[in-house]
Nanobody, 121 residues
Framework: QVQLVESGGGLVQPGGSLRLSCAASGSIFSISAMGWYRQVPGKGRDLVATITSDSSVNYADSVKGRFTISRDNAKNTVWLQMNSLKPEDTVVYYC???????????????WGQGTLVTVSS
């Protein structure tokens, strides 16, 4: 069994910064894409940023220049550095990874439990 565990959410003032972390654990053979999505209650999950195993990145237009995604393949960990936060960034953030477990050629789409980011004065 594989899982993603997130940390780093919380309350921050507008203009502030937060760093989200997500670590994959379990019997993992390889991880291809990792990323972060966010979800407003009652709506689907929207892409925030993704990063491939060779560090090719993609960002939503709304976070370009403010958020930075990075990963450590040896630690199976991905981070999201969020700067210049705005009230509209207030939402639950979910970590995502495409994981091939040991002993299988299947690629699983795995989601974290979600972490709440609140931007408010």
């Amino acid at each position: 069994q594989v899982q993603l565990v997130e940390s780093g959410g919380g309350l921050v003032q507008p203009g502030g910064s937060l760093r989200l972390s997500c670590a994959a654990s379990g019997s993992i053979f390889s991880i291809s894409a990792m990323g972060w999505y966010r979800q407003v209650p009652g709506k689907g999950r929207d892409l925030v940023a993704t990063i491939t195993s060779d560090s090719s990145v993609n960002y939503a237009d709304s976070v370009k220049g403010r958020f930075t995604i990075s990963r450590d393949n040896a630690k199976n960990t991905v981070w999201l550095q969020m700067n210049s936060l705005k009230p509209e960034d207030t939402v639950v953030y979910y970590c995502y990874a495409q994981i091939m477990p040991l002993g299988t050629r299947r690629v699983l789409e795995v989601w974290g439990q979600g972490t709440l980011v609140t931007v408010s004065s």
